[in-house]
């Protein structure tokens, strides 16, 4: 089976995946804006590590009302476009169609349920919800055309309303296929919050960090003041799962392992020099994503007990300089 997908969203993320699903087999249609005359008469251009490659005729549309209907809808624009949504999904969900959030943050996939089950999207109600965490460096550096620095994994998981771990069920799994043959790394998880703590704990300290430092990456390791900060921000993000673990999964073991902190940091230091995406948003002055980032994981982790006054300063300070930045 050809699955049919349609990517929101054809920045770095989901220009990036959705080139390699079509690049697979799989049959994509990608929502553009800016871009999309470009992307009509010349098709989107990956600039890879792993080999370069380009598309040169895409299905690109300028709205969703053009694009027929869908069985799986991957959501890659910034959550501060989620707005949007409730206008951009209900021209192509289907009885089967499947929603999957490649988006950054915690509480995605909670808020779509909700929207959902509120018919705030249309029929069908409670479509079924995927999440998943993108394990890349990547930029879009000009119209239709994404530049991969590195990494490029994907961890794919299902949302389920009670916050258990889902399992991986056969959709997934033929997903993750689709993914596979288009050359990106897959890894299922069967429990997409606890997956979901496991990337906060590098997005928080460096997108944050890089914002408030102005740095990139390797300056960010660089400076062992910096480092120390995002190792306590780990420490802080750790705790968090630990006690929300806890909250719906009493005496399950549902943690992430503190050896994790030292793994990252480590995987950081080597990685190619990288402008994070909430660096790039700030730099050019657009909405930082401060409430999926951490707000959410702000308020789950005091709602489970947790003491995070570090995250807790950085978002306020993050939220200062955003606004500051709106009325310049």
């Known amino acids: 089976m050809v699955r049919r997908y349609a990517i929101l969203g054809t920045g770095a993320i989901g220009g990036y995946y959705g080139a390699c699903l079509q690049r697979g087999g799989a049959e994509v249609h990608f929502l553009l804006h800016s871009d999309y005359d470009h992307v009509v008469n010349h098709g989107l251009v990956i600039e890879s590590v792993t080999g370069d490659f380009a598309l040169p005729k895409v299905y690109a549309h300028r709205h969703t009302n053009t694009m027929p209907p869908i069985d799986v809808v991957i959501i890659a624009l910034k959550t501060t476009q989620n707005a949007l949504l409730p206008q951009l999904l209900p021209p192509i969900l289907g009885p089967e169609t499947a929603l999957l959030t490649l988006q950054n943050g915690f509480g995605i996939e909670a808020e ?47 949302h389920r309303a009670d916050h258990q771990p889902a399992g991986v069920s056969p959709l997934l799994r033929a997903i993750g296929q689709d993914f596979q043959a288009g050359q990106v790394t897959v890894e299922m998880v069967d429990d997409l919050r606890l997956a979901r ?17 102005n740095a990139t990456t ?11 900060l995002a190792e306590q921000l780990m420490v802080e993000v750790l705790e ?9 999964s009493p005496g399950q073991g549902r943690h992430l392992p503190p050896e994790l902190i030292v793994h990252m940091l480590t995987h950081t230091e080597h990685m190619a020099p990288y402008r994070t995406s909430m660096k790039i948003d700030f730099d050019q002055g657009r909405p930082l994503e401060l409430e999926a980032i951490y707000g959410n994981p ?31």
């Open 218 to 228: 390797a300056e960010m390791m660089a400076d062992p003041s910096i480092r120390q």
């Open 240 to 248: 968090a799962a630990q006690c929300d673990g806890d909250r719906f």
């Open 298 to 328: 702000l308020r789950a982790a005091q709602a489970a007990g947790a003491a995070v006054p570090t995250i807790e300063s950085l978002y306020h300070q993050l939220k200062a300089m955003d606004s500051a930045s709106k009325h310049q």
């Open 112 to 158: 779509l349920a909700d929207w959902a089950s509120h018919d705030q999207l249309a029929r069908p109600q409670n479509p079924t919800i995927l999440g998943g965490l993108c394990m890349i460096c990547a930029n879009k550096v000009s119209p239709g055309t994404i530049r991969h620095l590195d990494y490029g994994s994907v961890l794919l998981g299902q």
């Open 197 to 213: 703590w496991r990337k906060l704990m590098w997005n928080i300290p460096f997108n944050g960090l890089s914002v408030v430092m």
